[in-house]
């Protein structure tokens, strides 16, 4: 596709429910970052995956968030037993092989996770 | 660890003027430096980035910014407003070390009178 698409844009969890979020980068990048931005927050880092492989998950704030992607290309975030806290927009990026560091990262709009 | 402070949550300024905002990284490496801009409800957008090329760097939309090692700075200016520009900014550092993960600071949100 054009851009990262990000689905869905809005989502609404009653506490306690499983949600799963889905990112599918631009084709052929093979960097994926998830990031989790509060509200009046900036983004903060939450995993990355190059090809299929989790390199980085030092971000996930507990054993509720889980990431995969299983196949290099799309991904899923999921977050178990969602609590209030979680409420934040959710943002995906990709970016093409590059010198590392200059890569330009391609953010999708989002998805806004509101926990009830 | 890298870091990023980002000087006022809020900034206004009349269209016209000129928009300067302020962004201050700590990095053990030279930095790769991003400024992102984000419209309500939008993901973000790369306005202009550093990779140790020339430390005057143009970016979309007027908007230029400087780096200078000696502050650790890394300032977004464009010399006029216009309505368009009231956003939210975001500068970012790239962690070279991990991957290419950035890290944001918490953004300063532009409002421009007319």
Same mark, same amino acid.
């Given at each position: ?116 | ?10 900034? #206004? /300024? ?6 300067? &905002?302020?962004? !201050?990284?700590? =990095?053990?490496?030279? @930095? ?7 419209? @309500? !409800?939008?993901?973000?957008?790369? &306005?202009?980035?550093?990779? #140790?090329?020339?430390? &005057? /760097?143009?970016?979309? !939309? ?21 309505? #368009? ?8 550092? =790239?962690?070279?070390?991990?991957? !290419? ?12 009178? @007319?």
């Amino acid at each position: 596709g054009a851009g990262v698409s990000q689905s869905p844009r809005y989502k609404v969890a009653k506490r306690g429910q499983d949600v799963a979020l889905r990112c599918d980068p631009i084709s052929g990048h093979v960097s994926l970052f998830w990031y989790q931005q509060a509200l009046g927050q900036g983004p903060e880092f939450l995993t990355y995956f190059q090809n299929e492989a989790q390199l980085d998950k030092s971000g996930l704030p507990s054993d509720r968030f889980f990431a995969e992607r299983p196949e290099g290309s799309v991904s899923t975030l999921k977050i178990q037993r969602t609590q209030q806290e979680d409420s934040a927009v959710y943002l995906c990026a990709s970016s093409s092989p590059g010198e590392r560091g200059n890569t330009e990262a391609f953010f999708g709009q989002g998805t806004r996770l509101t926990v009830v | 660890a890298q870091s990023v402070t980002q000087l006022g949550s809020h900034v #206004s /300024v009349s269209e016209g003027a000129l928009v300067l &905002l302020r962004c !201050n990284y700590s =990095s053990s490496v030279p @930095p790769y430096l991003f400024w992102y801009v984000q419209y @309500p !409800n939008q993901g973000l957008q790369l &306005l202009l980035k550093y990779t #140790s090329a020339a430390t &005057l /760097v143009k970016g979309i !939309n007027g908007f230029e910014a400087e780096f200078k090692k000696s502050e650790t700075s890394f300032h977004l200016t464009k010399p006029s407003a216009h309505m #368009s520009d009231a956003a939210e900014y975001f500068c970012a550092v =790239s962690d070279r070390a991990a991957g !290419n993960k950035l890290t944001f600071g918490g953004g300063t949100r532009v409002l421009v009178k @007319p």
